[in-house]
């Protein structure tokens, strides 16, 4: 049978979801709790990867096993052999025909900032450090990037993909006091194209660039008319949806 899970982590600690060759990752600590669980040696399919330092608040994967554990009990027994800064959320059975990442229909990322002239020991581990922000500008730079677009502007240089084209949903940033949280929902997105979008947000604020260089970036496809890629820290899959 298959098995749905939901999963949330802190990314700090490890080199992404994909297992990897120079560290620890996410993936290979979730599969080899399942496989101390059922004797069986899994394959863990994710609704796509992230990155070395992103967290995860609610990703999907799937598994196959022929375990008689009842499949909404899974995440209860996978949990006891996983560590405090990876849990599963809920377990259910899939259709046979569900993927992970094939079935997925739309995503959503929050990047957060705080506002401080110094680091704050109790919000630097999950946001970046921002000197200056202004919600008017940031918004009007998301504006500009709601729709369909090639987005090769917001790829990392190198990056290679079948296409740049993607549909965002929607984008906001709100502020609350010192935080400010950003929020994207698109049927797919691009490597480091979140974390581009955070830092062309941030280049705006700072009056680096303007809301129509990202216009006209979004038509050339430059990627250095565009802000920096902004930290891992502050990037976190929020949601995966798929109906």
Same mark, same amino acid.
């Given at each position: 049978?298959?098995?749905?899970?939901?999963?949330?982590?802190?990314?700090?600690?490890?080199?992404?979801?994909?297992?990897?060759?120079?560290?620890?990752?996410?993936?290979?600590?979730?599969?080899?709790?399942?496989?101390?669980?059922?004797?069986?040696?899994?394959?863990?399919?994710?609704?796509?990867?992230?990155?070395?330092?992103?967290?995860?608040?609610?990703?999907?994967?799937?598994?196959?096993?022929?375990?008689?554990?009842?499949?909404? $009990?899974?995440? @209860?027994?996978?949990? +006891?052999?996983?560590?405090?800064?990876? /849990?599963?959320?809920? #377990? !259910?059975?899939?259709?046979?025909?569900?993927?992970?990442?094939?079935?997925?229909?739309?995503?959503?990322?929050?990047?957060?900032?705080?506002?401080?002239?110094?680091?704050?020991?109790?919000?630097?581990?999950?946001?970046?450090?921002?000197?200056?922000?202004?919600?008017?500008?940031?918004?009007?730079?998301?504006?500009?990037?709601?729709?369909?677009?090639?987005? $090769?502007?917001? @790829?990392?240089?190198? +990056?290679?993909?079948?296409?740049?084209? /993607?549909?965002?949903? #929607? !984008?906001?940033?709100?502020?609350?006091?010192?935080?400010?949280?950003?929020?994207?929902?698109?049927?797919?997105?691009?490597?480091?194209?979140?974390?581009?979008?955070?830092?062309?947000?941030?280049?705006?604020?700072?009056?680096?660039?303007?809301?129509?260089?990202?216009?006209?970036?979004?038509?050339?496809?430059?990627?250095?008319?565009?802000?920096?890629?902004?930290?891992?820290?502050?990037?976190?899959?929020?949601?995966?949806?798929?109906?």
């Amino acid at each position: 049978m298959r098995i749905l899970l939901t999963v949330s982590y802190d990314g700090t600690s490890y080199v992404g979801w994909q297992r990897q060759k120079n560290g620890v990752s996410v993936q290979e600590v979730i599969e080899n709790a399942i496989t101390k669980l059922t004797g069986e040696k899994v394959s863990l399919i994710a609704s796509g990867r992230t990155d070395a330092g992103v967290h995860a608040e609610g990703q999907v994967a799937h598994f196959d096993t022929f375990s008689k554990v009842p499949p909404e $009990k899974f995440y @209860l027994a996978i949990n +006891s052999f996983l560590p405090n800064d990876i /849990r599963i959320l809920s #377990s !259910a059975i899939a259709d046979d025909n569900f993927h992970a990442r094939y079935s997925a229909k739309r995503k959503s990322y929050v990047y957060k900032f705080y506002l401080s002239t110094v680091v704050l020991p109790l919000k630097d581990r999950y946001a970046t450090r921002i000197e200056t922000f202004d919600e008017k500008s940031a918004q009007s730079v998301l504006d500009k990037i709601v729709g369909t677009h090639d987005f $090769k502007c917001f @790829l990392s240089s190198g +990056s290679e993909v079948k296409t740049t084209v /993607r549909t965002i949903y #929607s !984008a906001t940033v709100k502020r609350q006091g010192d935080d400010v949280t950003l929020e994207v929902t698109g049927n797919g997105f691009l490597y480091n194209m979140v974390r581009i979008i955070a830092g062309t947000v941030l280049a705006v604020c700072e009056n680096k660039i303007t809301s129509f260089d990202v216009e006209s970036a979004l038509i050339s496809g430059d990627r250095n008319a565009v802000g920096k890629t902004a930290p891992a820290k502050g990037l976190c899959l929020k949601s995966v949806e798929y109906i």
